[in-house]
């Protein structure tokens, strides 16, 4: 409303020059942010940059620190250089930032500026080697070091990198005598020949800090050195306004003894989609091509990250309205709008009825199903189907075998046969009685007992080592890696290897001992049994990831995790299970893989993940309904043709993707069409791939088509990229004609005396839930017409619809 | 060839030919393929060649990824046949052409990969070298210029191993004491040895390697290292020679030599891209190892400086390497806990001996040579006999051992992490165990000598102990501060104690004036005491004299008074009795006798009347004199009481005084001492600055010494250069004249066969060449 008072003249005509995105005129100032939103120096080396954010009505938000001006009501606390604070003496004021008529405050704190902290290895000297990358993978923090010296990744050791730099050959690395020529200096300013190269100027704050170290005698710390407790990156979010626009990061570190300080300089930037947004070690972010990023800030063990989008200078974008079916459009709809994406128009019923069939209960829509669900009416006819679907039992099949494979339902060296068939029956059950999944994995994760009787216990059985079933319990039911930690602090997330020991001793007191029958082993709480870590080797007490440290004490701690776990207590569970039921109707999780949670791979809408989350955790975790909540949304029944604004979108859901049919389900559905039989260890002929208990029993087909052996609880086990072997196999192989040929099912309809064109439509709808074109009707009147022998052409006909990609993908 | 002419030679050479040919000078110059204006040009820019001037640079900015052992992308700079031979990537330089050579586009940043990599481009004026260089054809060197030798050989070879003790004591001359380095701070010393056969000590510092007299603990010398830091010094084993391994960091590395007897250096070894870890020197001095962080042991010959062989087994850097003292064997150990044993002279794999699990840091042989010692950072101490490379003993000592040393007697010297330092036997025994270092203890060295234990830490303390008792001795640096500072340093404490001195001086005058003023009181109290004495004496004799006389007084008085007494009664009498005689007498007239007996009554009474009245008269003054006397007494005793008190007073006054001369006098005696003393130090403070003022007088004259003879001696070096230069340059020109000769000569007999075909073409018709041709032939045959 101040806008055409106080914009100055300059800005409005390069507005209106550039043709802003909604409108003709200049879109208003919306709010000025001032990051951080306080100030607090603490001794006399501290500092503090700030930086100035622009956001207006259209979304669009730029970075005007050098324009704003900046004014501190009482100059005597501090001075200001450039967009940096530096401390003069002790007191309290604020300071003011305006521009373009908006003003805004923050408060500025100074105190102890006349103490200077002396220089810390921790907290000074470890960041410059993070920063400027000396303890990478690929430099000296690789598990052997580099051209002879070795740092820990990322500095998880902190004592043991004081020693190698300062006494494990003595005199090379460091010299307190000439302190220029300390190699790892001269190495690091590019003095001498360095395999990394030149990593910063003999002029740059990084070498200062080292000399500063080394001036003090390169002393290591003593007693408690303040451990960094958060980090903050500025600005929150971002939306760049076309190619090469800028924003600065801002980054500050809190410290556990209250302090902070702006380590801008010393934080180690990444962005994890540089077609969007890159950023420059100095912290400068510079838009490339439309697309969303995140930003990413690593300092010390702190992973944090900032939204930022990119979209096409003065974009002209106008939101359609389209009806939201339910919460889950309602949010999709939010982000689309941010992104200036028009989702696709909804597809077709033939299309959602095989899309749903396949998606829900894995089977293809019989003849009579495809007309009776084009002929009805009802406006809800959708749902109706979905809520028909999830009635099957082929539904439950569905997600048995999704959950045999997370649980890795497999015969091996310690689980027999019997054991694993019982395992498979227990999961079964639950899944079919519609055992509420924290129930489920409460007693699956609380197990006890012989792995006969109590098939759960098997879980245990699957995986003995301590450290390995701590990692894979993290992976399926929080969807975290947590792997990284096991050696060193996580690269990309916040896990430690405390945090990682810590979690791990849930699973040190699993006792196991024989049964009676040799192929059955007896699973207790032994009691006792702890980990240590591996540095220092001290005892780690039993901690949530992420969460408290309990107390224990008389307490099965395996039951004592479950019941955490699988709590809304624990932020990723309900979040965790709503992305892998996500992910199974998109082909893609809201955060991909979808066993790969950490901070530096955020969810593509953070909002709706918590929703689906939310709700999870209200259906008292019946997954049956959330699946429900999917299915009618309309974000699900889009169709696959993208439009103008999402033709390159494709983490967003604005339009449905083509997946292939995964192996055990192809199977089935081949089977199907064929009118075919398979017979598989331990089940009956006739039985579906689905079905299949045994992760260890497979066929040729399902191996190439990428079933999943179950050994590892990798989401990556099940293989749905297409390849030569497959289509080769489909072509060439002895499934796909020998099916046609034992199913007879030409033979049986021509029998029938049904003509040509009748069975053609047939093969149709039953392979491809639809009728064949007026088009594909006359080319395929014409080969049917050259051959004589009607049974060959049409099982020609059914080859070539079996081998069709439409067949072969859910779409 | 030809391109590597000097301009000036040509001439000369052209200047000859014209005397001896009437063939032009061009021609000549177009027959050796000469440009003729770039030969004539008086300035020829200078060449650039691979060995003055690319190397050089290829060392500082590409050899760290680009040498024989790393080989990034298959290429070797280090040496000119490699480099030609180029990389994975085809050649990489195109003689003539920079900018068609890959390697060329590479440092310019015109291609990728932008060389070095993940660097700043190297300065403009080494791109423009190796530009030049390239364009200048690919100069290995300045080829056909006469080459003398920079480095005359060398020959220290000894007829046999040396392991006696030799008959001059191996310590050297009177060497500088001018640090090349004095730093703030001290930093982990990086090598001691100890001379085997005299009381020396090597110790390494900043650019300079300090030599200590153990016995005297006094540093001897000093000799500078400009090559960086010694990493690794060793003596011969006959202790003339002293080597230095060592360098810069990731940049050079080398070994250098001096002659202990001299204190000269004599040769250096080596051109390692890092520092040198290890080195030693075979015990008949035909050999010397070296080895570094480069992974490769690289064995040189003395005589010859060049490298025999590289032993290219460990897989980590070389840390420790040793000559056995027989000089058979060679024993070389990494980083890794590698160690293997070689035939020193056949490069043959002796023994690998297997069992050390981290940097092998010390090596060391038993004199014998039949048994190696071994300590490691895996925390154990190793024994390995040499028939079948068996360990005979192990023990863990340190938690990490740094360094290690057999004694000629046999015992084992170590150090460590623990900060101790341990004398063994070889049963494991200990011997002697001493720490006092704040730090990892870093290095040592036994001196067999004066038998003591030398070892080093991390902060750069120097640390000496007898190895008998293990009792401390003294401190050594390695950081000895600048002889301007000793005499600076001198100085202030010669002002200082002359200061010092002067004010103990003034003391001790001070002094004995208050001692013999104390002495005089003394003396005077004393005389007065004596004086007071002497008085009561005579007093109290008065008194005695006084008594005496009182005495008679009163006796006298007393009689006196009995005589008065009698008289009283007599008198009376007298009279009575005289009257009565003389009314008898009346009575009796003329009775003579009677009167008679009256007068004499009468006179006897007038007699004693009057001796009455004498007494009565001259009673008060009897009894005046006698209280007289009394008074004199008691005030006679009186003043002797006062006196009494005077004197004891006197006499406190006289002890007081004895005490403050006493003092006074041990005053002076202790204030004469200390001014004695401050003398001394004042003394012995004029001696150290005459002593720094003489040792940088010594430096001084041995700097112009030293500066004279590498002029005499490059002045030496220039004639002879020209000489060979003026010899090969005559060689080249006796050459091209021969040439030239062979093809006048050839172009003669050519004339003389076409003349003869002429002729005979003549002889068999008519001439039908054109008849100037005919014309010149004549001409030329002329």
Same mark, same amino acid.
């Given at each position: 409303?101040?806008?055409?008072?106080?914009?100055?003249?300059?800005?409005?005509v390069?507005?209106?020059?550039?043709?802003?995105a @909604?409108?003709?005129?200049?879109?208003?100032?919306?709010?000025?942010?001032?990051?951080p /939103?306080?100030?607090?120096?603490?001794?006399?080396?501290?500092?503090?940059?700030?930086?100035?954010?622009?956001?207006?009505?259209?979304?669009?938000?730029?970075?005007?620190?050098?324009?704003?001006?900046?004014?501190?009501?009482?100059?005597?606390?501090?001075?200001?250089?450039?967009?940096?604070?530096?401390?003069?003496?002790?007191?309290?004021?604020?300071?003011?930032?305006?521009?373009? $008529?908006?003003?805004?405050?923050?408060?500025?704190?100074?105190?102890?500026?006349?103490?200077?902290?002396?220089?810390?290895?921790?907290?000074?000297v470890?960041?410059?080697?993070?920063?400027?990358?000396?303890?990478t993978?690929?430099?000296?923090?690789?598990?052997?070091?580099?051209?002879?010296?070795?740092l820990?990744?990322?500095?998880?050791?902190?004592? $043991?990198?004081?020693?190698r730099?300062?006494?494990?050959?003595?005199?090379?690395?460091?010299?307190?005598?000439?302190?220029?020529?300390s190699?790892?200096y001269k190495? #690091?300013?590019?003095?001498?020949?360095?395999?990394?190269?030149? /990593?910063?100027?003999?002029?740059?704050?990084?070498?200062?800090?080292?000399?500063? @170290?080394?001036?003090?005698?390169?002393?290591?710390?003593? $007693?408690?050195?303040?451990?960094?407790?958060?980090?903050?990156?500025?600005?929150?979010?971002?939306?760049?306004?076309?190619?090469?626009?800028?924003?600065?990061?801002?980054?500050?570190?809190?410290?556990?003894?209250?302090?902070?300080?702006?380590?801008?300089?010393?934080?180690?930037?990444?962005?994890?989609?540089?077609?969007?947004?890159?950023?420059?070690?100095?912290?400068?972010?510079?838009?490339?091509?439309? #697309?969303?990023?995140?930003?990413?800030?690593r300092?010390?063990?702190?992973?944090?990250?900032?939204?930022?989008?990119?979209?096409?200078?003065?974009?002209?974008?106008?939101?359609?309205?389209?009806?939201? !079916?339910?919460?889950?459009?309602?949010?999709?709809?939010?982000k689309f709008?941010?992104?200036?994406?028009?989702?696709?128009?909804?597809c077709?019923?033939?299309?959602?009825?095989?899309?749903?069939?396949?998606?829900?209960?894995?089977?293809?829509?019989?003849?009579?199903?495809?007309?009776?669900?084009?002929?009805?009416?009802?406006?809800?006819?959708?749902?109706?189907?979905?809520?028909?679907?999830?009635?099957?039992?082929?539904?439950?099949e569905? @997600?048995?075998?999704?959950?045999?494979?997370?649980?890795?339902?497999?015969?091996t060296?310690?689980?027999?046969?019997?054991?694993?068939?019982?395992?498979? %029956?227990?999961?079964?059950?639950?899944?079919?009685?519609?055992?509420?999944?924290?129930?489920?994995?409460?007693?699956?994760?609380?197990?006890? #007992?012989?792995?006969?009787?109590?098939?759960?216990?098997?879980?245990?059985q699957?995986?003995?080592?301590?450290?390995?079933?701590?990692?894979?319990?993290?992976?399926?039911?929080?969807?975290?890696?947590?792997?990284?930690a096991?050696?060193?602090?996580?690269?990309?997330?916040? @896990?430690?290897?405390?945090?990682?020991?810590?979690?791990?001793?849930?699973?040190s007191?699993?006792?196991?001992?024989?049964?009676?029958?040799?192929?059955?082993?007896?699973?207790?709480?032994?009691?006792?049994g702890?980990? !240590?870590?591996?540095?220092?080797?001290?005892?780690?007490?039993?901690?949530?990831?992420?969460?408290?440290?309990?107390?224990?004490?008389?307490?099965?701690?395996?039951?004592?995790?479950?019941?955490?776990?699988?709590?809304?207590?624990?932020?990723?569970?309900?979040?965790?299970?709503?992305?892998?039921?996500?992910?199974?109707?998109?082909?893609?999780g809201?955060?991909?893989?979808?066993d790969?949670?950490?901070?530096?791979?955020?969810p593509?809408?953070?909002?709706?993940?918590?929703?689906?989350g939310?709700?999870?955790?209200?259906?008292?975790?019946?997954?049956?309904?959330? *699946?429900r909540?999917?299915?009618?949304?309309?974000?699900?029944?889009?169709?696959?043709?993208?439009?103008e604004? %999402?033709?390159?979108?494709?983490?967003?859901?604005?339009?449905?993707?083509?997946?292939?049919?995964?192996?055990?389900?192809?199977?089935?559905?081949?089977?199907?069409?064929?009118?075919?039989?398979?017979?598989?260890?331990?089940?009956?002929?006739?039985?579906?791939?689905?079905?299949?208990?045994?992760?260890?029993?497979?066929?040729?087909?399902?191996?190439?088509?990428?079933?999943?052996?179950?050994g590892? *609880?990798?989401?990556?086990?099940?293989?749905?990229?297409?390849?030569?072997?497959?289509?080769?196999?489909?072509?060439?192989?002895?499934?796909?004609?020998q099916?046609?040929?034992?199913?007879n099912?030409?033979?049986?309809?021509?029998?029938?005396?049904?003509?040509?064109?009748?069975?053609?439509?047939?093969?149709?709808?039953?392979?491809?839930?639809?009728?064949?074109?007026?088009k594909?009707?006359?080319?395929?009147?014409?080969?049917?017409?050259?051959?004589?022998?009607?049974?060959?052409?049409?099982?020609?006909?059914?080859w070539?619809?079996?081998?069709?990609?439409?067949?072969?993908?859910?779409? | 060839?030809?391109?590597?002419?000097?301009?000036?030679?040509?001439?000369?050479?052209?200047?000859?030919?014209?005397?001896?040919?009437?063939?032009?000078?061009?021609?000549?110059?177009?027959?050796?393929?000469?440009?003729?204006?770039?030969?004539?040009?008086?300035?020829?820019p200078?060449?650039?060649?691979?060995?003055?001037?690319?190397?050089?640079?290829?060392?500082q900015k590409? &050899?760290?990824?680009?040498?024989?052992d790393?080989?990034?992308?298959? &290429?070797?700079?280090?040496?000119?046949?490699?480099?030609?031979?180029?990389?994975?990537?085809?050649?990489?330089?195109?003689p003539?052409?920079?900018?068609?050579?890959?390697?060329? &586009?590479?440092?310019?940043?015109?291609?990728e990969?932008?060389?070095?990599?993940?660097?700043?481009?190297?300065?403009?004026?080494?791109?423009?070298?190796?530009?030049?260089?390239?364009?200048?054809?690919?100069?290995?060197?300045?080829?056909?210029?006469?080459?003398?030798?920079?480095?005359?050989k060398?020959?220290?070879?000894?007829?046999?191993?040396?392991?006696?003790?030799?008959?001059?004591?191996?310590?050297?001359p009177?060497?500088?004491?001018?640090?090349?380095?004095?730093?703030?701070?001290?930093?982990?010393v990086?090598?001691?040895?100890?001379?085997?056969?005299?009381?020396?000590?090597?110790?390494?510092?900043?650019?300079?390697?300090?030599?200590?007299?153990?016995?005297?603990?006094?540093?001897?010398?000093?000799?500078?290292?400009?090559?960086?830091?010694?990493?690794?010094?060793?003596?011969?084993?006959?202790?003339?020679?002293?080597?230095?391994?060592?360098?810069?960091?990731?940049?050079?590395?080398?070994?250098?030599v001096?002659?202990?007897?001299?204190?000269?250096?004599?040769?250096?070894?080596?051109?390692?891209?890092?520092?040198? &870890?290890?080195?030693?020197?075979?015990?008949?001095?035909?050999?010397?190892? =070296?080895?570094?962080?480069?992974?490769?042991?690289?064995?040189?010959?003395?005589?010859s400086?060049?490298?025999?062989?590289?032993i290219?087994?460990?897989?980590?850097?070389?840390?420790?390497?040793?000559?056995?003292?027989?000089?058979?064997?060679?024993?070389?150990a990494?980083?890794?806990?590698?160690?293997?044993?070689?035939?020193?002279?056949?490069?043959?794999?002796?023994?690998?001996?297997?069992?050390?699990?981290?940097?092998?840091?010390?090596?060391?042989w038993?004199?014998?040579?039949?048994?190696?010692?071994?300590?490691?950072?895996?925390?154990?101490?190793?024994?390995?006999?040499?028939?079948?490379?068996?360990?005979?003993?192990?023990w863990?000592?340190?938690?990490?051992?740094?360094?290690?040393?057999?004694?000629?007697?046999?015992?084992?010297?170590?150090?460590?992490?623990?900060?101790?330092?341990?004398?063994?036997?070889q049963?494991?025994?200990?011997?002697?165990?001493?720490?006092?270092?704040?730090d990892?203890a870093?290095?040592?060295a036994?001196?067999?000598?004066t038998?003591?234990?030398?070892?080093?830490?991390?902060?750069?303390?120097?640390?000496?102990?007898?190895a008998?008792?293990?009792?401390a001795?003294?401190?050594?640096?390695?950081n000895?501060?600048?002889?301007?500072?000793?005499?600076?340093?001198a100085?202030?404490?010669?002002?200082?104690?002359?200061v010092?001195?002067?004010?103990?001086?003034?003391?001790?005058?001070?002094?004995?004036?208050?001692?013999?003023?104390?002495t005089?009181?003394?003396?005077?109290?004393?005389?007065?005491?004596?004086? =007071?004495?002497?008085?009561?004496?005579?007093?109290?004799?008065?008194?005695?004299?006084?008594?005496?006389?009182?005495?008679?007084?009163?006796?006298?008085?007393?009689?006196?008074?009995?005589?008065?007494?009698?008289?009283?009664?007599?008198?009376?009498?007298?009279?009575?009795?005289?009257?009565?005689?003389?009314?008898?007498?009346?009575?009796?007239?003329?009775?003579?006798?009677? =009167?008679?007996?009256?007068?004499?009554?009468?006179?006897?009474?007038?007699?004693?009347?009057?001796?009455?009245?004498?007494?009565?008269?001259?009673?008060?003054?009897?009894?005046q004199?006698?209280?007289?006397?009394?008074?004199?007494?008691?005030?006679?005793?009186?003043k002797?009481?006062?006196?009494?008190?005077?004197?004891?007073?006197?006499?406190?006054?006289?002890?007081?005084t004895?005490?403050?001369?006493?003092?006074a006098g041990?005053?002076?005696a202790?204030?004469?001492?200390?001014?004695e003393?401050?003398g001394?130090?004042?003394?012995?403070?004029?001696?150290?600055?005459?002593?720094?003022?003489?040792?940088?007088?010594?430096?001084?004259?041995?700097?112009? =010494?030293?500066?004279?003879?590498?002029?005499?001696?490059?002045?030496?070096?220039?004639?002879?250069?020209?000489?060979?230069?003026?010899?090969?340059?005559?060689?080249?020109?006796?050459?091209?004249?021969?040439?030239?000769?062979?093809?006048?000569?050839?172009?003669?007999?050519?004339?003389?066969?076409?003349?003869?075909?002429?002729?005979?073409?003549?002889?068999?018709?008519?001439?039908?060449?054109?008849?100037?041709?005919?014309?010149?032939?004549?001409?030329?045959?002329?």
């Amino acid at each position: 409303m101040h806008k055409a008072l106080f914009l100055p003249a300059i800005y409005l005509v390069s507005s209106w020059l550039s043709g802003a995105a @909604w409108a003709t005129e200049a879109p208003a100032l919306r709010a000025l942010h001032v990051y951080p /939103r306080d100030v607090q120096m603490t001794s006399s080396r501290d500092r503090q940059s700030l930086l100035v954010q622009a956001e207006y009505e259209n979304g669009i938000t730029r970075d005007v620190s050098t324009e704003a001006t900046w004014v501190l009501s009482d100059p005597a606390i501090a001075r200001i250089e450039g967009n940096v604070l530096y401390p003069l003496s002790d007191g309290t004021g604020e300071l003011v930032v305006a521009y373009a $008529g908006h003003e805004t405050r923050i408060p500025v704190v100074a105190r102890d500026t006349a103490t200077s902290l002396p220089i810390s290895f921790r907290v000074d000297v470890m960041p410059v080697f993070m920063k400027t990358g000396c303890n990478t993978g690929s430099c000296h923090g690789a598990a052997r070091g580099k051209d002879g010296f070795r740092l820990s990744l990322f500095g998880f050791d902190p004592a $043991g990198d004081y020693f190698r730099l300062t006494r494990e050959i003595s005199g090379r690395r460091i010299n307190l005598a000439e302190l220029h020529e300390s190699l790892f200096y001269k190495k #690091g300013t590019g003095q001498v020949p360095h395999t990394g190269g030149k /990593r910063f100027d003999t002029e740059s704050e990084y070498a200062k800090i080292l000399v500063r @170290w080394l001036e003090a005698g390169a002393p290591d710390d003593q $007693g408690e050195v303040p451990q960094v407790t958060a980090v903050e990156i500025y600005p929150e979010h971002a939306v760049l306004d076309g190619l090469g626009a800028n924003q600065a990061i801002n980054v500050r570190a809190k410290y556990s003894d209250g302090t902070d300080r702006d380590v801008t300089t010393l934080a180690y930037f990444m962005s994890n989609n540089d077609n969007s947004a890159t950023i420059d070690q100095a912290g400068l972010v510079t838009a490339q091509n439309r #697309g969303e990023s995140f930003i990413m800030v690593r300092f010390g063990t702190h992973t944090e990250g900032s939204h930022f989008i990119t979209l096409p200078k003065d974009l002209k974008f106008q939101w359609q309205e389209v009806p939201a !079916n339910n919460y889950v459009d309602e949010l999709m709809f939010k982000k689309f709008k941010k992104l200036c994406i028009q989702p696709s128009e909804l597809c077709t019923d033939e299309r959602f009825l095989r899309r749903a069939s396949l998606d829900i209960a894995g089977v293809l829509p019989t003849v009579e199903q495809y007309e009776e669900f084009l002929a009805d009416p009802d406006s809800h006819k959708r749902e109706k189907l979905v809520d028909e679907l999830l009635s099957r039992k082929e539904f439950v099949e569905m @997600w048995v075998m999704k959950w045999a494979e997370l649980l890795q339902i497999r015969t091996t060296r310690e689980i027999s046969y019997k054991a694993m068939l019982r395992y498979y %029956n227990w999961l079964q059950e639950r899944i079919a009685n519609d055992v509420p999944m924290d129930q489920m994995v409460r007693e699956l994760l609380g197990a006890s #007992g012989g792995t006969f009787t109590n098939g759960a216990t098997n879980y245990y059985q699957n995986e003995t080592n301590t450290l390995k079933i701590a990692e894979n319990v993290a992976q399926v039911f929080m969807g975290m890696r947590v792997q990284c930690a096991q050696c060193h602090n996580h690269p990309f997330d916040r @896990w430690t290897m405390n945090d990682y020991y810590a979690f791990a001793s849930f699973f040190s007191q699993i006792g196991r001992k024989q049964a009676e029958d040799p192929r059955e082993r007896i699973i207790f709480n032994s009691e006792s049994g702890e980990v !240590n870590h591996p540095i220092g080797g001290r005892q780690m007490k039993p901690k949530f990831l992420g969460g408290a440290e309990p107390d224990l004490q008389g307490k099965d701690r395996r039951v004592a995790l479950a019941d955490w776990l699988a709590s809304p207590e624990n932020p990723y569970f309900a979040t965790n299970l709503a992305n892998i039921v996500w992910a199974h109707f998109f082909g893609r999780g809201i955060i991909h893989e979808v066993d790969d949670v950490r901070i530096s791979n955020p969810p593509v809408n953070k909002e709706l993940l918590e929703a689906l989350g939310r709700k999870f955790t209200e259906y008292q975790y019946d997954f049956k309904k959330l *699946v429900r909540d999917i299915c009618v949304s309309r974000t699900y029944q889009l169709g696959t043709q993208t439009n103008e604004t %999402n033709a390159n979108d494709i983490r967003n859901f604005s339009h449905a993707s083509l997946r292939r049919v995964r192996a055990e389900v192809l199977l089935d559905i081949v089977s199907y069409v064929t009118d075919t039989k398979n017979k598989f260890q331990g089940l009956p002929a006739g039985a579906r791939a689905v079905q299949i208990a045994n992760g260890n029993t497979s066929t040729y087909f399902l191996t190439t088509f990428g079933r999943a052996e179950r050994g590892s *609880v990798c989401s990556c086990e099940v293989k749905i990229e297409p390849n030569l072997s497959q289509a080769l196999h489909l072509l060439n192989g002895d499934t796909v004609h020998q099916k046609i040929q034992t199913g007879n099912l030409v033979g049986k309809r021509l029998e029938e005396g049904k003509s040509s064109e009748e069975i053609v439509e047939e093969l149709y709808i039953r392979c491809l839930t639809r009728r064949p074109t007026d088009k594909e009707k006359q080319e395929l009147q014409v080969i049917l017409a050259a051959e004589e022998e009607q049974k060959l052409a049409l099982e020609d006909v059914f080859w070539g619809v079996l081998n069709a990609r439409e067949f072969l993908f859910n779409h | 060839m030809c391109p590597n002419c000097g301009s000036i030679r040509i001439l000369c050479f052209a200047a000859w030919l014209r005397v001896v040919s009437s063939i032009p000078v061009v021609v000549v110059c177009l027959q050796l393929g000469l440009p003729v204006g770039e030969t004539l040009a008086a300035d020829a820019p200078p060449q650039i060649t691979y060995d003055d001037h690319i190397l050089p640079i290829f060392r500082q900015k590409c &050899l760290s990824c680009h040498n024989l052992d790393k080989k990034r992308g298959d &290429l070797d700079l280090g040496n000119y046949t490699s480099l030609m031979q180029g990389g994975s990537s085809g050649e990489v330089v195109v003689p003539g052409d920079s900018d068609s050579s890959y390697l060329y &586009l590479l440092v310019t940043h015109e291609s990728e990969p932008a060389m070095p990599l993940d660097s700043p481009k190297i300065p403009a004026e080494m791109i423009e070298k190796i530009g030049q260089w390239i364009d200048g054809g690919l100069l290995e060197n300045t080829g056909s210029t006469a080459q003398v030798s920079k480095k005359p050989k060398q020959s220290f070879a000894l007829a046999a191993p040396s392991n006696e003790r030799p008959e001059v004591v191996p310590m050297p001359p009177r060497l500088s004491l001018e640090p090349v380095s004095h730093t703030p701070g001290t930093t982990a010393v990086s090598a001691l040895a100890t001379n085997p056969w005299s009381p020396l000590l090597a110790v390494a510092g900043q650019r300079q390697v300090l030599l200590y007299d153990t016995q005297k603990s006094e540093l001897i010398g000093i000799l500078p290292f400009p090559e960086g830091v010694a990493e690794v010094l060793r003596f011969s084993r006959n202790g003339s020679l002293l080597l230095a391994g060592g360098g810069r960091g990731a940049t050079s590395g080398q070994v250098v030599v001096w002659d202990v007897h001299t204190g000269e250096r004599v040769f250096e070894i080596g051109d390692e891209l890092d520092t040198v &870890l290890a080195a030693d020197i075979s015990s008949d001095q035909t050999l010397i190892a =070296l080895g570094g962080p480069q992974r490769v042991v690289r064995v040189f010959s003395v005589e010859s400086g060049e490298k025999l062989y590289e032993i290219r087994k460990h897989t980590d850097w070389i840390c420790a390497l040793e000559f056995s003292p027989n000089g058979v064997l060679l024993a070389t150990a990494d980083r890794n806990g590698g160690l293997f044993v070689w035939e020193g002279w056949t490069e043959r794999e002796y023994l690998t001996l297997k069992g050390h699990s981290a940097t092998v840091a010390g090596l060391s042989w038993r004199s014998d040579s039949n048994v190696l010692a071994s300590g490691s950072e895996d925390g154990s101490i190793r024994l390995w006999e040499m028939e079948n490379g068996g360990q005979i003993k192990k023990w863990d000592s340190h938690g990490g051992v740094a360094s290690l040393q057999f004694t000629r007697d046999g015992r084992i010297l170590t150090c460590g992490r623990d900060g101790h330092v341990r004398l063994w036997d070889q049963d494991a025994k200990q011997l002697s165990d001493v720490s006092g270092f704040g730090d990892l203890a870093v290095e040592v060295a036994f001196c067999n000598e004066t038998d003591q234990m030398i070892a080093g830490d991390w902060t750069g303390a120097i640390r000496v102990w007898k190895a008998g008792d293990g009792q401390a001795m003294n401190e050594l640096s390695a950081n000895p501060p600048t002889l301007a500072e000793r005499l600076d340093n001198a100085k202030q404490e010669l002002s200082a104690s002359e200061v010092e001195a002067q004010s103990a001086a003034e003391t001790y005058r001070l002094a004995t004036l208050a001692a013999n003023e104390a002495t005089a009181n003394h003396l005077k109290a004393q005389e007065s005491l004596r004086q =007071l004495q002497q008085q009561k004496q005579t007093w109290q004799a008065d008194v005695v004299t006084l008594k005496n006389k009182l005495d008679v007084a009163a006796n006298d008085y007393e009689v006196a008074e009995k005589r008065a007494e009698v008289l009283i009664q007599a008198v009376p009498a007298l009279a009575e009795a005289a009257t009565q005689a003389e009314t008898a007498a009346k009575a009796l007239l003329d009775d003579a006798e009677l =009167l008679e007996a009256t007068t004499r009554l009468r006179q006897s009474h007038r007699l004693r009347a009057e001796e009455l009245a004498a007494l009565e008269q001259s009673k008060p003054d009897r009894s005046q004199a006698l209280s007289s006397f009394r008074d004199q007494v008691s005030a006679t005793e009186q003043k002797i009481g006062a006196l009494t008190t005077t004197i004891s007073a006197a006499e406190q006054q006289q002890e007081a005084t004895a005490q403050v001369a006493k003092s006074a006098g041990e005053k002076m005696a202790a204030s004469q001492q200390t001014s004695e003393l401050a003398g001394a130090a004042r003394s012995k403070s004029q001696q150290h600055v005459t002593h720094w003022e003489n040792e940088i007088a010594f430096v001084t004259q041995l700097n112009r =010494l030293v500066a004279e003879h590498v002029t005499s001696r490059e002045t030496v070096l220039e004639r002879e250069r020209g000489h060979a230069e003026a010899v090969a340059k005559v060689e080249v020109a006796k050459q091209a004249a021969t040439a030239a000769q062979a093809a006048l000569t050839e172009a003669e007999e050519e004339l003389a066969r076409i003349a003869r075909e002429i002729a005979i073409s003549k002889g068999i018709q008519e001439p039908a060449g054109s008849p100037g041709q005919a014309e010149q032939v004549s001409q030329v045959s002329e």
